[in-house]
């Protein structure tokens, strides 16, 4: 029989297996934002769905390690609800900012490689309840949900100047 504290104790081999899904797409959404294929529409076109694919498959995983981490661990209840908006802002985000890559801005490549790495930190962290005792949760969930507020608009302000 397991008591609750078996489960805060144990290790979470579930979402490392998750976070080990998700690097592949992590390195191929870096790799497609950074290296452009010369050519025309077509080219331009494939190198669009793949981002589309590729960030679509990534940010599923993200969203699925997100619950697991909430589930399996704890955190605020509006941090939940914040991540359910804030999870497809932030893949729309990084689309938008792939796109900036794709014109020559290739500094742009930091919002999806932050954003991504910022949500799998915090599904960590509340998966690891060890973890709340260095981290509050109210200030971790606010400034883990406020960066990729923050980095989740910046693209969109930006791709519109620019």
């Known amino acids: 029989m397991s008591t609750s504290t078996d489960t805060v104790t144990s290790r979470p081999y579930g979402l490392f297996a998750l976070i080990a899904l998700a690097c592949p797409l992590y390195f191929l959404m870096i790799a497609n934002a950074l290296n452009t294929v010369a ?3 077509e080219a331009s076109m494939a190198n669009a769905f793949e981002a589309l694919f590729v960030i679509t498959g990534l940010w599923i995983l993200l969203a699925i390690i997100v619950t697991v981490g ?4 704890a955190m ?3 941090a939940a609800v914040s991540a359910i908006f804030l999870i497809p802002v932030s893949a729309v985000a990084a689309f938008t900012a792939i796109d900036m890559c794709s014109r020559h801005m290739k500094w742009a490549v930091v919002f999806p490689a932050l954003l991504a790495l910022i949500i799998v930190a915090y599904a960590y962290w509340a998966r690891s309840t060890q973890l709340h005792e260095a981290w509050p949760p109210k200030r971790t969930s606010q400034m883990a949900w406020g960066a990729v507020l923050v980095l989740s608009l910046l693209p969109f ?4 100047v620019y």
């Open 39 to 41: 050519g025309g529409g």
């Open 70 to 73: 909430g589930v399996m661990g």
């Open 76 to 78: 605020p209840r509006w």
């Open 157 to 160: 302000a930006l791709a519109s």
